[in-house]
Each structure stands twice: as C-alpha cells, then as structure tokens.
C-alpha cells in the first residue's frame, strides 16, 4: 500500500503529515501502514530473507510549527541522525561505477538512427555531462535489493535492472527537451539546448523519439508489471506539466498542489523505477514498497533543494538560468513560505509575476523571510523518511550509499 501524505493547516499553510514518521524508542516495531500492530516479527521484513536493524515506536501526530522544525532538526531517528552523516564512508558513485562507465554509451546506440539530424539531436544531452543521478539511484536500488533477496551472485545489477537505470535516464533527457520548449530556455547544463539550436518542432520530435526508444526498450524487458510502472511515469510527467500550468485560486491548497505536482513531474520517476529494480529482483511487495517510498521522499526533496537553489545559485555553477521559475510565473516552495508573511505575493502568485516588478518583489520577499529555510527543514523531512524507508533492507554497502546520497541531495549547489 502506498503511503499516503495528509495535510494540517496553520493559518493560511499546509503541510504535509508523514503518516509513518517513527522514531526509535525501544524493541517494539511499528506496522508500517498503522501505529500499534506488528507488521512482522521485530526486525525483519516479513517473506525476505534480509533484516531491518531499526525498531520504532508508532506514529508521531504532528501538530505545530515547531513540532515540525523539532522533528526535522533533532534526533528524529538515533539511526537515522548518524547516517545522515556526510561522512559516512560508501560513496554511492563509486560503488556502481562499474555499471555507470559504459552507461551513456550504451543509449546513443539504443537511439541509432540513420538520419544524422535526428541522431546528432537525441544524442546532444547524452555526452556523459549530466548528474546521471538517477541512474545511480536506480543502480544502487538494484544491488540493494539484490543483497537483501539474495538474487545476484557477482553483487552487480542485473542486466534487466541496468536496463531500467537507462529507461530512467531517456525519459528523463526526453522531458527536458520538451521543458525546454514550453519554457522557451536557451540554455541547459551550461550549454544551448536542443530547441534553441534546431528549434521548437524538431525539439519536440526529438523528445518523442527519446521516448519511444525508451517504450521500446522497456518492452523488450518483457515484465508487464514493470512495463505498467514505467507507462505510470509518463502519464505522471504529462499530468504534473498540465498542473504546472495552473494555479490554484484557493491558497490553502497551494501547497498540497504544489507537492503533488513534483511528485508528478520529478519523484514518480525515482519511485517507479526503484519499484521496478525491486520486482526485477524477486522482492515481496514490502521490499516493493520500501523501494518506491526512498525513490519518492528522495525524489520530492530532491526538486525542493532545486527550488531553493534557484534563488540561492548562479547561472554558472548551475548550467541555466537562476530566478528561472519566478520568470515563468512558477510559485514553489519558497514563495509559498513567503507569502505567509507578505500576503500581497498571492496576487502575484494569481497573475503568474507577470506585472513588471513582480518578479524582483518576489524575490526580495524570499530573501526577507525564513523562507529557504523552512523549504530546506520540508526537505530534511523527506529525506529522513528516504532514509527510514532504505534503513528496512539488509545493511550492506549499497543501502549505506542510498543513505548518504540524502546528505548529499540536500547538500548540493548545482
């Protein structure tokens, strides 16, 4: 079952209430679907043959603002607090370097075509440039899984699980050739993008090949239920772009809206494919589970760090422009944190910042108010939960790495 996220209301904000937030107490395990009951035997995830070195006590009711910054700033989890630990010795690229080497290679020949044109623009943002990110979730998520099902003999990815680790990466690609051309942007990672280069109609072509090749591909797996988890992501990018596109009027449901819309548009696409990895690799549908809720809380802190960074970077260390989402009338976190102190922001939210001086007033407001902060304490929250979540598997290098890749999503400046 799905973890679902309620919402409290303080004034005009909604936040979200993580409806299996535990923390560690004693030897009393928490069901993960509902405080009180025993999911399985303590310490073991039931039908696998790993175990959770982890005990928790039940849900935590979060009621108050500071509730929420105590609980995203002191010791939610004894475990939890020291893996987060930037220190921690697994470095998550290394471990799957391996896997990763021959990676972008491997997709310009899944997007070989006879037309140069074509080619040459499918292949433009696989130069090997990118974070690769979720690949490398995606591959660690394998190995992980794989250790804690036992269901690899060399500890590497299977070659199904390496397959979706490049699915991700082209549905990905194929998005941000297609964000680019609704956004009209002339730049990305630090160099023209496709549309600005060959224009809007062949762009958008381009991203429609990427992801057939990607369809195809996924369909060469021959695993319906992971065909129907990838199809998810697409439906889950079209539906965000559209709520992108909108503005909700009500301002008590901004924020909820706002959190649904990354899900859509960034987090369905680490979760699905960690629930991919985890079928590929024999997992029960608790290790499923587990899988999909990293890739998710991952995935939602992940686009909050961008949000933030978008006021806080620059052009150069970023590889696009800054104040980006502000000039496409985009409201994210920190305006929405923002707007609690200076209400006259909804307005500007409402008209998308499209009256001139919109756009500086924002962001003087952001700057004015602990609005950053509040989105970096919302992330920590989220990737406490990541970590809670990976923290069920058997311990092994991979799990640890998935662990300290939370550190580094939130630490990141580009």
């Known amino acids: 079952m799905a973890t679902s996220v309620r919402f409290w209301k303080e004034g005009q904000r909604f936040l979200p209430i993580f409806p299996q937030l535990c923390v560690v107490r004693d030897s009393n395990h928490c069901k993960m679907s509902a405080p009180g009951k025993l999911l399985c035997e303590p310490g073991r995830l039931p039908q696998c043959r790993g175990s959770q070195g982890n005990v928790c006590r039940p849900l935590l009711h979060l009621n108050t603002t500071t509730q929420i910054r105590s609980i995203c700033t002191s010791s939610l989890c004894s475990s939890q607090k020291s893996s987060l630990d930037p220190r ?22 899944e997007l070989a075509t006879f037309g140069s044109v074509l080619r040459d623009m499918s292949h433009y943002y696989f130069d090997g440039q990118g974070k690769a990110f979720r690949p490398m979730v995606v591959l660690l998520m394998s190995r992980a899984c794989n250790f804690h099902n036992g269901a690899s ?30 956004d009209e ?19 958008i072509l381009t991203g429609d090949y990427i992801l057939t090749v990607s369809s195809m591909a996924l369909a060469s797996i021959g695993n319906k239920d992971v065909v129907i988890l990838l199809s998810q992501v697409i439906e889950d990018l079209v539906r965000g772009e559209f709520m992108q596109l909108g503005t909700k009027e009500d301002e008590d449901e901004r924020f909820a809206h706002y959190l649904k819309k990354t899900f859509k548009k960034t987090a369905s696409l680490l979760a699905h494919s960690c629930r991919a990895v985890a079928v590929l690799s024999g997992g029960c549908k608790e290790v499923q589970e587990v899988a999909y809720q990293y890739g998710k809380n991952l995935g939602i802190a992940f686009q909050l760090v961008d949000d933030m960074l978008d006021f806080m970077s620059t052009e150069e260390l970023m590889g696009k422009p800054t104040a980006a989402d502000l000039k496409l009338g985009l409201a994210t976190a920190p305006v929405l944190f923002a707007s609690e102190k200076y209400p006259e922001l909804n307005a500007m939210i409402m008209r998308r910042f499209s009256e001139p001086g919109d756009v500086e007033l924002a962001r003087e407001a952001v700057t004015k108010t602990e609005s950053l902060q509040q989105s970096r304490i919302l992330a920590e929250q989220y990737c406490r939960e990541a970590v809670r979540q990976i923290q069920q598997l058997a311990p092994s290098p991979e799990r640890e790495a998935l662990v300290t890749l939370t550190q580094k999503v939130l630490n990141r400046k580009k």
């Open 185 to 203: 942007a002339d730049t990305r990672r630090g160099k023209a993008c496709v549309s600005n280069l060959h224009g809007q109609r062949k762009a």
């Open 153 to 182: 003999e060399n500890g590497l990815a299977l070659p199904s699980q390496r397959r979706i680790s490049m699915i991700a990466e082209m549905i990905h690609t194929a998005s941000l050739v297609h964000d680019d051309v609704i």
């Open 88 to 109: 921690t010795p697994s470095d998550p690229f290394q471990l799957v370097s391996t896997e990763m080497s021959t990676l972008y290679n491997d997709i310009r020949m």
